[in-house]
Each structure stands twice: as C-alpha cells, then as structure tokens.
C-alpha cells in the first residue's frame, strides 16, 4: 500500500516528539533540540539576574558608579536612575543558537522588550522580560525577576577633586581697575566655567582668592584657564603669560604639572 507524499510528511512529523513530555511536534509546533515549545522555555531561562545587588551614588552630585566609572546623574530622579542603570548593567540575556549559549547584554538583544521598575520604598527592582532564547520559538517567553538593592552613598571623582579643592592652573588677574569692574570680569570668567561645567563635570572653579591688584581663580582643568584667558584677551586686551611647573606624575606615569597663567589688563584710563 502506497502513501502519498502528503501523508508521508504528516507520519515523519508525527513521530518526532519531546523527550521530556511527549507531547508530539505535530501538536506543539517545532521541537528545539528535541524539546517541544513549552519545555524548551521551561528549561531555558531567558534572564539571568544576580538576587541582590549593591547601587554606588554620590551623595554630593547624584552621580552613580557603574563598574569602576562613574555617570552623571541626568535631568530625573537621581536614585532611580541610578537603580535601573545598575540593575541593567548586571542583567544578562541567554541566546542559544547552533554555535552555543551565549549571555548577551540586554542592548545587545533587539527584539527584547525589558521593563525595569525600581520600588524605592520597598528597596526591590521588578523586572519582566520579554523575548526568545531561540530563534525557532513560535513565540517570546516571558520571564519576570525581582532584585533587592540596596544602596551605597559615597563621592564621586569629580567631587572628590572639588571638595579637595584641586586645581590644574591658577588664573591670576591683574590690572588697575575698581573693584566694581573686578567682580563684573570675575562674573564674567565664573559664567565661562559655569557652562563648561554643564558640558564636562571636571571642569570647575576650586577656589577664588582676593589679591591686592585682583584675583586668581583655581581652575579645572587647565584647557579652561586658557580659554578664560583667551576671553580676556580679546575682551580687554589683557596680556597673556603662561608658565608650567612640574608637581609630580600621574599613575599612569605621565608628568603631572601646574599652570599659572597672568592675565594682565591694560588700566582703563590713561
Ligand atoms: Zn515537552
Ligand atoms: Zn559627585
């Protein structure tokens, strides 16, 4: 007795089922590795989440540390930020495919959907995933975890350097002028750093001394004295001296030095 192609292709499939439950792939949809859909998903975890996980912000900044770096805190709620970007640094997604396993970064994963909800008051993180450990999954599993933290508050470098009062150069401003047209330059120079500062945490005023003939300002870094400097050349014709000394090496062993910079202002009258 003769069996059509068509029924021969139904009784080849008909035979294959999963080794765990027997259901047949006829009925369940293709097997993965000789499991039906539901017991691949039930033995292969999509998410891999640590249970407990310890969240670094800066108490002066709102900054967190993620690894050995530290991130600025940005417009919203700084802790909460802090948690979801910690807890999306220790995720890992499983992705099995004929070359292994693999445990990918949840960036790396574009078809993920992966909601991350921190519940401050109760100190836990509710996460649900959402997406396939294989690609021949009819459809994405759905996996929900929850991480406690807790949280650590410490310094960031860069407030660290500020509340150090470190400085990469001092601007010493000088010139004959009335105090009134001193603090309008010292605005002026302080309004530069302010907006540098927006740009790039690391830069910032440490200090401000009075001097007899003017001030100096403790600038970071150096690159900002300079364009203080340089403001205040063009803007009041200032003279510009730039001197370097060394003042040891930095732990990568480049020379470390310290800049003074004189901004000497031509007098405004005679
Ligand atoms: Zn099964
Ligand atoms: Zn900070």
């Known amino acids: 007795m003769g069996l059509n192609p068509e029924e021969k292709n139904l009784i080849g499939s008909m035979?294959?089922?999963?080794?765990?439950?027997?259901?047949?792939?006829?009925?369940?949809?293709?097997?993965?590795?000789?499991?039906?859909?539901?017991?691949?998903?039930?033995?292969?975890?999509?998410?891999?989440?640590?249970?407990?996980?310890?969240?670094?912000?800066?108490?002066?900044?709102?900054?967190?540390?993620?690894?050995?770096?530290?991130?600025?805190?940005?417009?919203?709620?700084?802790?909460?930020?802090?948690?979801?970007?910690?807890?999306?640094?220790?995720?890992?997604?499983?992705?099995?495919?004929?070359?292994?396993?693999?445990?990918?970064?949840?960036?790396?994963?574009?078809?993920?959907?992966?909601?991350?909800?921190?519940?401050?008051?109760?100190?836990v993180i509710k996460i649900r995933a959402h997406g396939k450990v294989h690609e021949l999954q009819v459809k994405p599993q759905l996996e929900e975890a929850r991480v406690k933290f807790s949280l650590k508050r410490s310094?960031?470098?860069?407030?660290?350097?500020?509340?150090?009062?470190?400085?990469?150069?001092?601007?010493?401003?000088?010139?004959?002028?009335?105090?009134?047209?001193?603090?309008?330059?010292?605005?002026?120079?302080?309004?530069l750093a302010a907006e540098a500062g927006k740009r790039e945490k690391a830069a910032f005023i440490a200090n401000v001394k009075e001097q007899r003939e003017g001030f100096d300002l403790y600038v970071n870094p150096a690159s900002l004295a300079r364009r203080m400097a340089s403001m205040l050349k063009s803007w009041f014709r200032a003279e510009i001296k730039e001197s370097a000394k060394l003042v040891g090496q930095t732990r990568d062993g480049r020379k470390k030095f310290r800049f003074s910079i004189l901004a000497r202002l031509p007098s405004e009258r005679g």
């Open 155 to 191: 310094t960031c470098d860069v407030c660290g350097l500020k509340s150090a009062r470190h400085y990469e150069a001092i601007l010493q401003v000088r010139g004959k002028f009335t105090r009134e047209r001193y603090s309008e330059i010292r605005k002026m120079l302080q309004q």
């Open 15 to 123: 035979k294959r089922f999963c080794y765990w439950c027997g259901a047949l792939e006829a009925e369940r949809g293709p097997l993965i590795g000789g499991l039906c859909q539901r017991c691949f998903a039930e033995g292969n975890r999509l998410l891999r989440a640590p249970a407990e996980l310890e969240v670094t912000i800066c108490g002066r900044c709102g900054a967190h540390l993620i690894g050995k770096r530290w991130h600025e805190a940005g417009e919203g709620d700084a802790i909460a930020d802090a948690v979801r970007a910690t807890v999306l640094s220790s995720l890992k997604v499983a992705r099995l495919t004929d070359a292994g396993i693999k445990f990918l970064r949840p960036h790396e994963v574009p078809e993920l959907e992966l909601r991350v909800e921190p519940k401050l008051t109760e100190g």
